[in-house]
């Protein structure tokens, strides 16, 4: 099975900041990879998938990008509806597994 | 609009069982893989079990497989989830999701607890 590392596991930043997240596979899978945002009480929402194209809907400030074992998300400029728990999952075999996420949160 | 609502959870005593169902409406249920992912208290997310849109192939992650079978009644739009054998390490929300990896669309959950 294919094992998703997420980091850091959590995060501070203020509305404005540019903010990397970080999914290293523990195999190469190409870009087979898909970011999503959940935020508390709710269903995890979309935002890139095939590691780089951005979900429709999903603002641009969101990015994806890598192949093989490391890929990363970027928001460019940190809104404040955007802060929660992020989390990689990889579509290359089944298991489709998550990573442990990232939690977002206002410093 | 794609609408996916999850029912059937509830309080289990370990090694007891649960259907859970998902009904689907606002898509052609017979054309899409759908999938099971879960939510432990506190955690992040597993994908449990996929079925292809024909119900010929399923897959399941190693820790449900021989206690748990997804299945779909496509004249119904319905996908299931039979959960057996039940342990407390199953306890979570559990989450139907449209296609076989990449889901746009989620219902909002319905909540699995094990306990004695």
């Known amino acids: 099975d294919i094992q998703m590392t997420q980091s850091p596991s959590s995060l501070s930043a203020s509305v404005g900041d540019r903010v990397t997240f970080t999914c290293r596979a523990s195999?190469?899978?190409?870009?087979?990879v898909n970011w999503y945002q959940q935020t508390t009480g709710k269903a995890p929402k979309l935002l890139i998938y095939?590691?780089?194209a951005l979900q429709e809907g999903v603002p641009s400030r969101f990015s994806g990008s890598g192949s093989g074992t490391e890929f990363t998300l970027t928001i460019s400029s940190l809104q404040p509806e955007d802060f929660g728990t992020y989390f990689c999952?990889?579509?290359?075999?089944?298991?489709?597994?998550f990573g442990l996420g990232t939690k977002l949160e206002v410093k | 609009e794609v609408h996916l609502v999850e029912s059937g959870g509830g309080l289990m005593q370990p090694g007891g069982s649960l259907r859970l169902s998902c009904a689907a409406s606002?898509?052609?249920?017979?054309?899409?893989?759908m999938s099971w992912v879960r939510q432990a208290p506190g955690r992040g997310l597993e994908w449990v079990s996929g079925?292809?849109?024909?119900?010929?192939?399923?897959d399941y992650t190693d820790s449900v497989k021989g206690r748990f079978t997804i299945s779909r009644d496509n004249s119904k739009n319905t996908l299931y989830l039979q959960m057996n054998s039940l342990r407390a390490e199953d306890t979570a929300i559990y989450y139907c999701?449209?296609?076989?990896?990449?889901?746009?669309?989620w219902g909002q959950g319905t909540q699995v607890t094990v306990s004695s």
């Open positions: 079925i292809r849109r024909d119900g010929g192939a399923t």
């Open positions: 195999q190469s899978m190409r870009g087979s």
């Open positions: 095939a590691s780089s």
């Open positions: 999701a449209k296609d076989s990896t990449t889901f746009v669309y």
């Open positions: 606002g898509f052609t249920f017979s054309t899409y893989a």
């Open positions: 999952q990889q579509t290359y075999s089944a298991p489709y597994n």
